[in-house]
């Protein structure tokens, strides 16, 4: 993703936020399938369709350019925004993330989400990369992840294992003394539960979860 396109995912996400309006409502009015505008919000869409992007921009009373963050926005506030509760975190690989948790990882130049989910200094995204979480998280759902939050029974977590040079993303599972790690899809039912040892570590819980959709 580069810059232009980091650009039109977070000024959407401040535009609609400062409109107070969801994406839900912005795609009936605006008459634009709601899983292309959820795929530009989370950045999955390359390279959008120009009669998305004039419909958006025209909705707001923009140029397609001030959209794109090729032309600033004068009223666009990003101080009231990042003060509303809207916080930038890093979206990382796998590698990174194991690397993270381990605070060895340089990510001054990895692209940048904002979320509004209520998160510490440490917070990262990551995307799903294969299908053990489905149905609930497909393949390229974006997670937001605290490092630093307290893991409950059922909590859905990312696990450094000690035998694995991945992390990987599970459900939490907590049967007195001892914690299991379990996918949901049904295709992974020979996997379907696994022993945390005491040398593997809970690393991140997720606290937000957004799904990407295929283009229409």
């Known amino acids: ?82 003060s509303a509760g809207w916080t930038k975190i890093p979206v990382l690989t796998y590698s990174q993330a194991t690397r993270w948790a381990e605070g060895k990882e340089d990510i001054s130049g990895n692209e940048l989400l904002s979320t509004d989910a209520k998160i510490g200094e440490h917070a990262y995204a990551l995307t799903v990369k294969d299908a053990s979480m489905e149905p609930q998280f497909p393949k390229d759902t974006l997670l937001i992840i605290e490092p630093d939050k307290t893991p409950k029974d059922r909590s859905f977590v990312i696990v450094t294992l000690e035998d694995y040079p991945e992390i990987i993303f599970r459900q939490l599972l907590i049967d007195g003394p001892h914690q299991y790690l379990k996918p949901i899809s049904p295709d992974f039912d020979k996997f379907k539960m696994m022993l945390l040892g005491k040398k593997d570590k809970i690393s991140g819980v997720l606290v937000q979860a957004r799904r990407n959709y295929d283009e229409e």
């Open 1 to 82: 993703m580069n810059q232009t396109q980091f650009e039109l995912n977070e000024i959407l996400s401040r535009l609609m936020f400062q409109r107070r309006i969801r994406t839900a409502e912005l795609a009936r009015r605006i008459n634009v399938p709601q899983p292309t505008l959820s795929r530009i919000m989370s950045g999955a869409t390359t390279n959008p369709h120009l009669s998305s992007l004039k419909s958006i921009a025209d909705f707001f009373e923009l140029t397609v350019d001030q959209l794109k963050g090729l032309q600033p926005i004068l009223w666009l506030d990003s101080k009231e925004t990042e």
